[in-house]
């Protein structure tokens, strides 16, 4: 299958990003023939639209909401410019899914393909110095030397400093591939020289097609799962697939129910707090304790959690208990926004029913709640309701107590 398959819904952003694979393609290949510009000067590749413009360029920003799909199309555009199957030399356009290139650069171990993501809050200067330096050199034996960001809008302002220069002037066959949910969570000085590709967020039916084709999901399932979620293809597969994270989805959409009096409002929080905090601890024991074991063992301490540390290495295992609890911090605050957007797609069903749109619901299997407050309530009231829930989520991001923040919401959700 091509490296373009697992991409859903985005058939006008794939049909550029082929054309520019083309272009890097007859770029390499003329330069391999000796027919490219002298050594450490950046080519221009040849021109592949009628205006004479390139399809190709040294930095692309892809953004969109989330579950568009914006690392799945960065991954498969960084796979296209590595590949090198023989069908190129007959016509056939990079991508193919099959050979060495692609099939490395998908799986995330191709030598010249960088892929970074976090799990912490935040990119820092010293990781994207690292980055900028690995951007520095050619290729090893791939075509392009690639550096795929899957989170650039955790980029500290420092960090996006530092990764300027190496956006404004690549060295050349090196090519950056930044993803963000908006062009506004990117620095404007580097947004300005990058391509910019928007995702749309993908067909809830072809959702289901691609859990069923690529997952194995029984199509019952599949679209279920694809309507609860509204098209997020991350959040899809795992409700369909985890038993767990369908509990807590059930136990969200209870919610609007619990809340007619102040104590339950404040029960209702405290259990949205605990489950959110629950999430982090079931990480914490599936990969600290790896980790811990891991960096142990590499200071040369002996085996097991009482070996004693050689001198000079308590400050190693300090900055790794740090980058543990920024990582808790995270999957906590995101296990939080998950059941956030769940209760904005109840309250958005309400809506639906209150102004008798002709629109499927998201949450049909809860149909009989959303039927009990719609009939409760007035549109008006459920449109304060979506806001107090979208004040949350910012709240949040500008790092409120998480406790207080959702209490406010139970409250202002009970008030209407």
């Known amino acids: 299958m091509a490296v373009w398959d697992d991409v859903v819904g985005q058939d006008r952003v794939t049909a550029q990003l082929a054309a520019a694979a ?77 050979c060495d290139g692609c099939h490395t650069a998908l799986i995330g171990t191709h030598a010249d393909v960088e892929i970074v993501r976090t799990d912490l809050l935040s990119i820092g200067v010293k990781e994207t110095r690292d980055l900028v330096r690995r951007s520095s050199l050619s290729p090893s034996g791939g075509r392009w030397q690639v550096i795929v960001l899957e989170d650039a809008d955790r980029l500290t302002e420092g960090a996006g400093n530092v990764l300027l220069k190496a956006v404004e002037e690549p060295a050349p066959r090196t090519v950056w591939l930044l993803c963000a949910p ?60 985890d038993e767990r994270a369908r509990a807590r989805r059930t136990a969200v959409l209870k919610l609007p129910l619990r809340v007619d009096d102040i104590g339950g409002c ?92 002709s629109v499927p619901l998201a949450n049909d299997e809860v149909r009989d709640s959303v039927q009990r407050i719609a009939t409760a309530s007035t549109p008006e009231r459920t449109l304060r309701r979506i806001e107090a829930v979208i004040a949350c989520r910012e709240a949040l991001d500008r790092n409120v107590a998480p406790l207080l923040a959702v209490e406010a919401m139970t409250v202002a959700l009970r008030a209407g």
């Open 182 to 241: 908006s062009v506004e969570d990117v620095l404007p000085t580097i947004r300005s020289r990058c391509r910019l590709l928007s995702l749309r967020t993908p067909p809830v039916d072809a959702v289901a097609d691609v859990l069923v084709r690529r997952d194995g999901i029984e199509p019952e399932a599949a679209g279920r799962a694809a309507r609860a979620t509204q098209g997020h293809i991350g959040r899809a597969r795992r409700l369909a697939t």
């Open 22 to 98: 083309r272009d890097a393609d007859a770029l390499v290949s003329a330069e391999q023939a000796g027919q490219g510009p002298p050594p450490g000067e950046r080519p221009e590749p040849p021109s592949a639209d009628r205006s004479g413009a390139s399809q190709m360029t040294h930095a692309w920003l892809f953004t969109g909401p989330p579950g568009s799909g914006r690392s799945t199309v960065a991954r498969a555009f960084a796979a296209a410019l590595q590949c090198v199957s023989p069908d190129r030399a007959l016509g056939g356009a990079p991508g193919c899914g099959f």
């Open 266 to 357: 404040l029960k209702a929080a405290q259990e949205l707090i605990d489950a959110a905090g629950e999430d982090a601890k079931q990480v914490a024991e599936e990969v600290d304790t790896k980790e811990t074991e891991e960096l142990r063992a590499a200071l040369g301490a002996a085996a097991g959690t009482n070996g004693r540390l050689p001198r000079g290495t308590a400050g190693a295992m300090k900055e790794l208990q740090d980058k543990q609890k920024r990582r808790s911090t995270r999957t906590q605050r995101d296990s939080l926004d998950l059941a956030l957007v769940d209760l904005t797609g109840f309250y958005r069903d309400v809506l639906a029913l209150q102004m008798g749109a």
